[in-house]
């Protein structure tokens, strides 16, 4: 019934399409870890957590508790807490926020006196300093006929810490997760058991916390979860070459999948989603940088698709009249691109080589960026179509403050959606950082997470909608609000329309910059 958008093949991805799943999308933070709290506290065996960033100073609070507290109060029920770290060493300012397993964070452990079944490793990045293990999942009670998964953007970090309301907080984010119960659930926790047995690091020093022997290795499942709903989901993954060996299948599955050789089944499926939309395509992600997919996006544009792709805001447009903002645009784009292509030629002349083979496995992306037109010429075109919205959010009653759009989800047609951890870049969708999403087949899911973004960002309710008249609806009401923003009054609601040139010229400059800075000193000398 769902096969207008087919899923990836068995040759490209690790886990099978299941039925028989029950899926809910939540939005933003606080939704989510009051949800998460409340699976919790009810877990009957184990919670797995693989976090790549958390906010540690000052430490992030929940209902009074810090993460640590938090998880090793459950452990003193007796349920068995393990936590996967991504290990990152090299400084890059780009990734902060990380819990390193340090001799620093070891004392740490230490004085908090955790339970015994309170069980971390590290998984590392290696002597690479731009790869990110950068997957963000939740298991509860795996290898259990009720297990939960959940994965999506949301870190515990204090900028989550908001309602849809989003009321003026600086720097918050928007994002969304997504809750999975039934077989595909399964499949979230082999992938943590694949990557917590081979975790890079794992065996040095620093690697396991109390030790080695205590935060051994796991059984892979070998059932899955009961069916309990009516939701198609396959578990998607980008996975790096020569990061994990073992390919030991999936419950009820016979093939060993080649795991040696990396995955980049979300990628397959954005691809096939994209090609295969025929009414509207919803995106909202942190990055919009990915040559391939924004052409095949144009293409849906011009066979009659209507798009819209929300991402963070830049608040430039605010000060400038809309024709001399496309003017300027044009101008720092077009007559000094030359001069900006020129330095940052010289900029790589100073930077390492081609990245190669590490400890953490082999990235086929090399430090030359693949992105040189992306941001002035791919962006724009897309951007300019006319069935085509490029937009960011407002936080409410805040003058005008950006709202960042973390979350990283595709809605297509209103009856399949994927939400997960990729960023829609080279490095999380081409066997570099290590990501998973969900992708679900679902008319009820999708166009429940449609109304309730649409909801959020439009202050409007579109469930009698379809989803070419919600999508309509939004591109008006958001066009509105750019006018009333542009002449200083009080906004309808929080989306406003971006001008493709503006953006993409922005970006371009800052994406100079943030490539700078996301290499240690050493190599710049």
Known sequence: DYMNISAVGENECTYPVRDGNSVVSLIDGIETFRRLRE??????????????????????????????QWMNRIAKRGIEVRVLFWR????????INTFKGSQEDFDFLQALDLEPNFLIRWDSSGPDARHSHHEKTWIIDADTDHTIALTGGIIPGHSWMVTSEHEPLHGQKHDVNVEIRGPSATDVSHSFIQ????????TNPYGAYPSLNEAGMLPFPERCASPIGRDRVQIQRTIRKHAYRDGTPAPNQTRHFDIWNGEASILAQYEIAIKSAKRSIYIENQHIAHPHLLQLIIEALDRGVMVTYMVPGFRFEQYLNPTLATIAAHT????????????????????PPPRHQTLCGE??????????????????????????????LIVPDSHYQSLYIHSKIM???????????????DLSLERDHTELNASVWSRDAAKSLRVRLYSEHLAADTQGMDDLEAMKLFHSRADANQKLMLEGKQLDCMAHRMDGDVYGTVLFILSLVLERRSLPRSALK
């Not at 919670?47 to 640590?68: A, D, N, Q, R, Y």
């Not at 990152?88 to 990734?95: K, Q, T």
């Not at 090399?366 to 069935?387: G, T």
């Not at 809605?411 to 829609?424: M, R």
């Open 39 to 68: 699976i919790t506290e009810t877990a009957t065996h184990n919670i797995w957590v693989v976090i790549s960033f958390i906010h540690l100073k000052p430490h992030w609070e929940f209902e009074g508790e810090t993460f640590f």
């Open 88 to 95: 990152h060493l090299h400084g890059n300012p780009l990734f």
């Open 195 to 202: 990557r917590w047995n081979e975790a890079c690091d794992y």
């Open 332 to 351: 720092i784009g077009k007559s000094f691109g030359s001069m900006v292509r020129y330095l940052d030629g010289w900029f790589r002349w100073m930077s």
């Open 363 to 392: 990235s086929p992306i090399s430090s030359e960026s693949q992105y040189a037109n992306v941001f002035l010429e791919i962006l724009p075109k897309m951007a300019s179509h006319p069935r085509c919205f490029l937009g960011g």
């Open 411 to 425: 809605i297509v047609d209103d009856e399949w959606f994927t939400c997960g951890s990729a960023n829609l870049v």
